[in-house]
């Protein structure tokens, strides 16, 4: 005898009010969010998703240290969640850490495939079973990257609700924000306790990556003192990216 179907409804997750999951990365974007979330008074719930990439040991340190330094109640213990990505990318220079963007490199080559939609999907199944309803990312106006487009958002989240059975929410409250905006906004915050290096050595900046270089020009724009440790700081660049070139400097 078959097994009587269910219905949908029967598989229906609701979510528990004021419950939100931010994917921290550690990096200084993610880093402003989690706070500012925080003094919402919701139950933030923090997620890393480690996939293999070098620069994680010190991400996450530093995510630990920013976290315990914030001393607010309402965040709830960091989830860390296991996505190896190393059997699809092992050869990046994401994984391995060599050839990394340089300094004046276009923002596009620090394009990682998927990287989003690998991020959230764990995070999701994370969220069902905690019965949050609304993940959080900090991807800024600067983005260019296909995986961090509303419409993209848009499909992801009528995906979860067919496959899943929770009715989520990702919000992006920075996506319309500058680097120098978001610097701004989280001045009163330990800062130096991010970090946003493609190759750091623990939590000393390496000064010469395409993210160091997003970050020291975003502390001079945003006429803010820069209290991060570097390898080495070259003077601030004058880089401009249109929109039409972003894209074309990566292949992977």
Known sequence: MLPEKRAADDYRIEPVPDRIAILASGGLDSSVMLAASARNRRSVYPVYVR???????????????????????????LTILKLPMGDIAGDHWSMTGRNVPGYNAALASNYIPGRNLSLLAKTV???????????????????????????????????????????????????????????????????????????????????????????????????????????????PSQRRYSNHSRLQAHKV
């Open 125 to 235: 199944i994370f969220c069902a079973r905690a019965r949050i309803g609304e993940v959080a990312m900090a991807p800024l106006e600067s983005n260019p990257f296909p995986d961090a487009r509303p419409e993209f958002f848009r499909a992801f989240v009528r995906a979860v609700e067919l496959g899943v059975g929770i009715k989520l929410k990702i919000s992006t409250p920075f996506a319309g924000m500058t680097k120098a905006e978001v610097v701004r906004r989280g001045a009163d915050l330990p800062l130096e306790l991010t970090l946003s290096c493609a190759q750091p050595k623990g939590a000393i900046h390496c000064g010469a990556c395409t993210k160091c270089a997003e970050r020291i020009e975003g502390f001079v724009r945003a006429g803010i003192n820069d209290p991060t440790v570097y390898a080495r700081k070259p003077k």
């Open 51 to 77: 996939a293999g990439l070098s620069w994680e040991p010190s991400e996450l340190a530093i995510l630990k240290r920013f976290i315990r330094a914030l001393r607010m109640g309402n965040i709830e213990p």
